[in-house]
């Protein structure tokens, strides 16, 4: 599966912004779809996951009540919609696959990932 994230930009501190992840090649079923950030000298990080099939979402515990992960079968595409955003937002967020037959307990870390999108860059700014 191909992947393709867009919705990045400049956004003041307070402010929101959707990422998109829409999928090419094939559907997501079978898979779970997840949303990492790096931010410069930083390790990537998990932020959120949907399984495609079921509809559960896992977040990071930091991002809890601040984003929502969600799916639209008619697109094909899963959102990430984020709120609230601080400076220390700030990354290149990646959208990233992989099949949910590996369970849930993978679904938090980027290794367990094959697939990846491009990364869209946040900058929140002051």
């Known amino acids: 599966v191909q992947l393709q994230a867009s919705g990045g930009g400049l956004v003041q501190a307070g402010g929101s912004l959707r990422l998109s992840c829409a999928a090419s090649g094939r559907t997501f079923s079978s898979y779970a779809v997840g949303w990492f950030r790096q931010a410069p000298g930083k390790e990537r990080e998990f932020v959120a996951t949907?399984?495609?099939?079921?509809?559960?979402?896992y977040y990071a515990d930091s991002e809890k009540g601040r984003v929502t992960i969600a799916g639209d079968n008619a697109k094909n595409t899963v959102y990430l919609q984020m709120n609230s955003l601080r400076p220390e937002d700030t990354a290149v967020y990646y959208c990233a696959a992989t099949l949910t037959k590996y369970g849930s307990s993978s679904y938090y870390m980027a290794r367990q990932f094959s697939y990846w999108g491009q990364g869209t860059q946040v900058t929140v700014s002051s």
């Open positions: 949907i399984n495609w099939n079921s509809g559960s979402t």
